[in-house]
């Protein structure tokens, strides 16, 4: 204000200082409005990061509560497949969980198929880096990475070990058909991770389930049905055959001088008798027909629409079976067996079981290793009329 009433060189300098000082000011305002710009854009970038990370754990949290209720693979992929879907946009799945030996991972579940990405049936354990190093693996061919074995396809990959308890259950496998797959995949780890680990309790508590299921139902050393399960199964069938007017045959088996072995050899030498006789006879009989340990060396074979000349011959082969497997252990084996059926020789399911035990003893009084049948049952014709005494 000063260069107002200042003339001269005096005044022409107050005033390039006067607006020297309002540039400056403007531009802090600007530099200062700037940033509080910025700072802006950052607090509402991190509210809208915070309302995603909130959402992503309601899903995840919504996630373990349906797999609570999930009673089988089908059911976990099921839910799996949802939570993916809604949490990784744009990217495909698979889930792999191991069969019953161990030795194979199926797929059980697939999602968001491309050309680029083409999922295995099935994938052996010893092919894939993840599973043999427990650690996430990328499968990136386009990007040079080391790839698994049975990476099918030209899409990225990134696979995700689901393990519980120190023990693997499965493989969660994503995959990306973007060229910047690396980048997306380093964005989503805990995304992937998180999916992983819910999936991984979800396929313990499913394969724990199922082990006390078999455990309930199996004898633990041979892995034939047990006493139990037979019973409840010889009724079924005979009350069946009732009504399809076909007969039902029961194979008694006992090993002979099995306790010899045992003292000769050891009770891991019997264990390990008793695993292959019953291995050879469910290799030897359809899938209809019924193997249980009856109770130490004793087993008993139910065998639904089988004549007793039919069992006969069956119980035969099984006996050769049996037999066969001494020169592998070094010791002689051998069994006896006795054959019944209902109606043949036996009239309902609570006396053909005793049938066959009487038949069994036989064969072992007769000198053992061999098949013994159940007497048949006398027909009415051929029953004599009852004669009817005359008193006077």
């Keep these: ?116 990405f083409e999922p295995a049936a099935a994938l052996v354990p010893s092919n894939c880096w993840a599973l043999k190093r427990g650690k996430p693996h990328i499968n990136d061919p ?33 995959a990306s058909d ?20 819910s999936m991984s309790l979800a396929l313990s508590n499913i394969a724990l389930r199922e082990k006390l299921r078999t455990q309930s139902l199996r004898d633990p050393l041979t892995g034939l049905y047990n006493r139990r399960y037979m019973e409840d199964a010889l009724e079924r069938y005979v009350s069946l055959g009732e009504r399809t007017g076909t007969a039902t045959s029961v194979l008694m088996i006992d090993l002979d001088n099995f306790k010899r072995v045992n003292d000769e050899f050891g009770h891991a030498k019997g264990d390990a008798v008793l695993r292959d006789v019953a291995a050879q006879l469910v290799g030897a009989l359809r899938p209809s027909d019924v193997v249980a340990r009856y109770g130490g060396e004793e087993l008993v074979v139910i065998m639904p629409k089988c004549t007793l000349e039919d069992a006969a011959d069956k119980a035969e082969i099984l006996r050769k079976r049996i037999e066969g497997l001494s020169e592998a252990h070094g010791a002689a084996i051998s069994a006896s067996f006795g054959v019944a059926t209902v109606p043949e020789t036996a009239t309902n399911a609570s006396d053909v079981v005793p049938c066959a035990d009487s038949a069994l003893y036989a064969a072992k009084q007769s000198g053992k290793n061999r098949v013994n049948l159940s007497e048949r049952r006398a027909k009415r014709d051929d029953v004599p009329a009852p004669r009817l005494a005359v008193t006077s």
Excluded at 34 to 42: P, S, T
Excluded at 178 to 196: G, K, Q, S
């Design 142 to 174: 386009a990007g040079g990475t080391l790839c698994c074995m049975h990476q099918i396809g030209t899409g990225a990959t990134v696979e995700v070990p689901m393990m519980a308890r120190g023990q693997v259950f499965g493989l969660l496998l994503l």
């Design 178 to 197: 973007a060229p910047d797959a690396l980048e997306r995949f380093n964005d989503i780890r805990r995304v992937a991770r998180a999916l992983a680990d």
């Design 1 to 116: 204000m000063a260069a107002l009433f200042v003339d001269g060189p005096l005044g022409h300098s107050l005033a390039t200082v006067a607006a020297a000082c309002a540039l400056f000011t403007l531009f802090v305002g600007v530099v200062f409005g700037r940033r509080a710009v910025a700072e802006l854009d950052d607090h509402l970038r991190l509210i809208d990061e915070a309302r995603d990370a909130r959402n992503q754990v309601e899903e995840l949290f919504a996630m373990t509560d349906m797999l609570q209720a999930a009673e089988d693979h089908d059911d976990a992929g099921a839910v799996l497949m949802a939570t993916a879907v809604r949490l990784l946009p744009g990217f495909g799945g698979a889930l792999y969980v191991f069969n019953n030996s161990r030795d194979r991972l199926d797929l059980a579940k697939s999602w968001g198929l491309s050309d680029r």
